[in-house]
T-cell receptor, first 115, second 111 residues
Framework: EPEVTQTPSHQVTQMGQEVILRCVPI?????FYWYRQILGQKVEFLVSFYNNEISEKSEIFDDQFSVERPDGSNFTLKIRSTKLEDSAMYFCASSLLAGVAYEQYFGPGTRLTVT | RKEVEQDPGPFNVPEGATVAFNCTYSNSASQSFFWYRQDCRKEPKLLMS???SGNEDGRFTAQLNRASQYISLLIRDSKLSDSATYLCVVTPPSGTYKYIFGTGTRLKVLA
């Protein structure tokens, strides 16, 4: 069964450093998403991406964040200068299309720890 | 009012019991509704989409009540493996398909 994959599974970084989280969406899916979940809190939407551009972003997704699809398979989330409050689980998701009937499938997540 | 609201639980039930969760949403024009399951520190996994007519998948039944703005999940004959957090997910009105998650309802099925 096709699945979304993410690397690394755990990333530890120092405050102020840049990190890149990587995702390989399901191969025939066209819509890609990043969500985050701070420990003990709900899953929150960050950004959606379609046709090589951002289709929507949340208030959390400020200038420190960027996304890119550098090739035909990878989808990346970059945090330019990490803060302590960026510590969270980051989930990538993909869907075939965007619409009422199209479910999103989530990767296993990257746990980001900022020290 | 929160966009998506769930009772956090935990719901502790014996094996074989029937348990039901509700979830309310604030935007009456919300488009799509889902139940996801999340095990500790793992990704959300799709359990089922929720349709206006209601739908059933084995031991799981989901219902949507648009008039009262809530969705429900019924689990029959609970198994130990059903122990998890159940996430209610809603998508906003047209033009966006981002997911809005509830905080989740924790279920513990006891032997």
């Amino acid at each position: 069964e096709p699945e979304v994959t993410q690397t690394p599974s755990h990333q530890v970084t120092q405050m102020g450093q840049e990190v890149i989280l990587r995702c390989v969406p399901i191969s025939n899916h066209l819509y890609f998403y990043w969500y985050r979940q701070i420990l003990g809190q709900k899953v929150e939407f960050l950004v959606s991406f379609y046709n090589n551009e951002i289709s929507e972003k949340s208030e959390i997704f400020d200038d420190q964040f960027s996304v890119e699809r550098p090739d035909g398979s990878n989808f990346t989330l970059k945090i330019r200068s990490t803060k302590l409050e960026d510590s969270a689980m980051y989930f990538c998701a993909s869907s075939l299309l965007a619409g009422v009937a199209y479910e999103q499938y989530f990767g296993p997540g990257t746990r980001l720890t900022v020290t | 009012r929160k966009e998506v609201e769930q009772d956090p639980g935990p719901f502790n039930v014996p094996e074989g019991a029937t348990v039901a969760f509700n979830c309310t949403y604030s935007n009456s024009a919300s488009q799509s509704f889902f139940w996801y399951r999340q095990d500790c520190r793992k990704e959300p996994k799709l359990l089922m989409s929720v349709y206006s007519s209601g739908n059933e998948d084995g031991r799981f039944t989901a219902q949507l009540n648009r008039a009262s703005q809530y969705i429900s999940l019924l689990i029959r004959d609970s198994k130990l493996s059903d122990s998890a957090t159940y996430l209610c997910v809603v998508t906003p009105p047209s033009g966006t398909y981002k997911y809005i998650f509830g905080t989740g309802t924790r279920l513990k099925v006891l032997a």
